[in-house]
């Protein structure tokens, strides 16, 4: 019997004098009510025990499936397993009654599978991953600089040559070590439609990330007419072998935009979500400042500036995916540059301003603020956690991340979908270093999404720790690599490998 659920639901009731009872898979009934779903929404449950079963009354299907999430964690650890492990020793439940909903909509996960790819299996492995946390977005940055990882009909050298990398920087930043092995690899179609189906039967909507117009290295290098040929030898660009931000960003063209027009024919073709993302983050300007084809486009277009430039370029996509009844999503930068198409979201990650600004102009909002929520960044001080970047962020520093900033209005904060937490995989080569980075950081991210907290500096981080006692164990039945709470496990630990952390305490913007 196990009631230290993850994350809390909003209401439980748990009556120690009754049950627990024996518990059979076929005595748990489950339907769809119209009456949770008024009072509770479509993902809302109720989940009662009893001596004649478990039955559990969605919202809607999600509802019902979350459920299933919550009748997991009572079972114990075990049923997180793959098979029964103790076949002769019934399962019991616990007598509860549960009510729960989420707070959010938008409970996402973000995993870069450019900077390193993860093969098929370990993706659907994180797609379980999310259910039994809850989460429901699953964020696919699959292009950047380093690598091209979907593959694209009408344009096979995208995959061909997009998709593979000579070397890895190993560690971070400036480190002189190399893994000599080429990189790389990417799903095909099948692979793509196989992810989307199970997510989907998770209640995890797959948003695709096409990175344009920086982060495009690995594109023009398949495809070098797509890059500044009149600044830069683009034929002889290669997929990026180094971590950072290439100066190689795609040409500001017509062609350019039919190009990705039909990219993106083929991404709608394979995700059905709403959002789709176009990236939008960290595209430098100075190929376009030196390139006269990129002058002579602004100009033509009347547009004052190269920032401008990129603003007709995300708004021609934005305009572009709502006739195909899509909404576009970007990171906050796409902010800059003239304002955003209707119906435009924005990721905020440079801390918090940028989600402000994006929600008193009346538009969508998901935050995932690098201070709070990349998981990249270290989870505690000194030598031994690997390749250690960016600022310490432990779990309890994530168990206070609040996604909706105080000062915003009431109708300001609704426009706030949800929040994600996002990993970037430069100094994540494995499934395993994902795993160290993600976990147990996510189990308090997801609690945060998902439960009514307070205020953070009221949270109860205490009882969230106690709880997480059960939790690894869950962990532990999953196969997670987490974190350990004393810090890394002697295999865990990455001695030799340059990182880059920063100092202090991460800014609160
Ligand atoms: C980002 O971290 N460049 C979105």
């Given at each position: 019997m196990d009631l230290d659920l993850i994350p809390a639901p909003r209401h439980l009731a748990h009556d120690p004098a009754r049950g627990p009872y024996p518990f059979r898979e076929d005595a748990v009934r489950t339907r769809v009510d119209p009456g949770v779903a008024a009072r509770l929404g479509p993902e809302g449950y109720r989940l009662t025990t009893g001596p004649d079963g478990v039955e559990i009354v969605g919202g809607g299907e999600a509802g019902v499936f979350w459920g299933r999430q919550t009748l997991r964690q009572l079972l114990g650890p075990d049923a997180f397993r793959k098979a029964r492990i103790h076949p002769d020793r019934p399962l019991t439940v616990p007598h509860v009654v549960v009510e729960d909903a989420p707070r959010f909509g938008w409970r996402g996960f973000m995993l870069d599978v450019a900077r390193h790819f993860m093969p098929k299996d370990g993706v659907l492995r994180y797609l379980d991953l999310l259910a039994a946390h809850k989460l429901n977005v699953f964020h696919f940055h699959l292009t950047d600089d380093q690598g091209w990882?979907?593959?694209?009909?009408?344009?096979?050298?995208?995959?061909?040559?997009?998709?593979?990398?000579?070397?890895?920087?190993?560690?971070?930043?400036?480190?002189?070590?190399?893994?000599?092995?080429?990189h790389g690899g990417y799903y095909t179609r099948d692979d793509l439609r196989e992810i989307v189906a199970y997510a989907a039967e998770?209640?995890?909507?797959?948003?695709?990330?096409?990175?344009?117009?920086?982060h495009s290295q690995a594109a023009i290098a398949a495809y070098p007419e797509l890059g500044n040929a009149d600044v830069v030898d683009t034929?002889?660009?290669?997929?990026?072998?180094?971590?950072?931000?290439?100066?190689?960003?795609?040409?500001?063209?017509?062609?350019?935009?039919?190009?990705?027009?039909?990219?993106l024919e083929e991404v709608l073709e394979l995700f059905p979500s709403t959002f789709v993302h176009i990236g939008g983050d960290e595209c430098p300007k100075e190929q376009w400042r030196a390139s006269a084809a990129a002058r002579a486009q602004r100009e033509r277009l009347g547009l004052a500036d190269e920032d401008a430039l990129q603003g007709w370029f995300v708004r021609h996509f934005g305009a572009w995916l709502a006739e195909r009844g899509r909404r576009l999503i970007g990171w906050d930068e796409i902010l800059e540059g003239g304002g955003l198409s209707p119906g435009a979201a924005v990721a905020s990650w440079r801390g918090y301003a940028g989600g402000m600004a994006a929600a008193r102009s009346g538009h969508d909002?998901?935050?995932c603020p690098e201070p709070h929520v990349y998981l990249d960044h270290r989870q505690a001080e000194g030598p031994d956690e690997p390749v250690p970047i960016g600022y310490v962020r432990t779990l309890e520093d994530v168990y206070r991340f609040e996604p909706v900033p105080s000062e915003l209005t009431a109708a300001e904060a609704a426009r706030v979908l949800g929040a994600q937490a996002n990993a970037w995989t430069e100094v994540m080569e494995t499934p395993?270093?994902?795993?160290?980075?993600?976990?147990?950081?996510?189990?308090?991210?997801?609690?945060?999404?998902?439960?009514?907290?307070?205020?953070?500096?009221?949270?109860d981080v205490d009882g969230f720790l106690r709880r997480m006692g059960a939790h690894y164990a869950r962990l532990d039945a999953l196969g997670v690599d987490y974190r350990p709470p004393g810090g890394p496990r002697p295999w865990q630990r990455r001695p030799?490998?340059?990182?880059?952390?920063?100092?202090?305490a991460p800014p609160i913007v």
């Open positions: 990882r979907i593959e694209i009909e009408r344009y096979p050298r995208l995959a061909e040559v997009g998709a593979w990398r000579a070397r890895s920087r190993l560690g971070s930043g400036a480190s002189p070590l190399w893994d000599e092995r080429p998770r209640h995890i909507a797959v948003v695709p990330e096409i990175d344009v117009p920086g034929a002889a660009l290669t997929v990026w072998t180094d971590w950072g931000i290439s100066p190689n960003v795609l040409a500001p063209t017509e062609a350019t935009l039919r190009f990705y027009e039909g990219v909002v998901v935050m395993q270093r994902v795993d160290y980075q993600t976990f147990p950081r996510l189990a308090a991210f997801a609690e945060v999404v998902w439960s009514d907290l307070p205020a953070p500096a009221a949270r030799g490998l340059p990182g880059r952390p920063r100092d202090g």
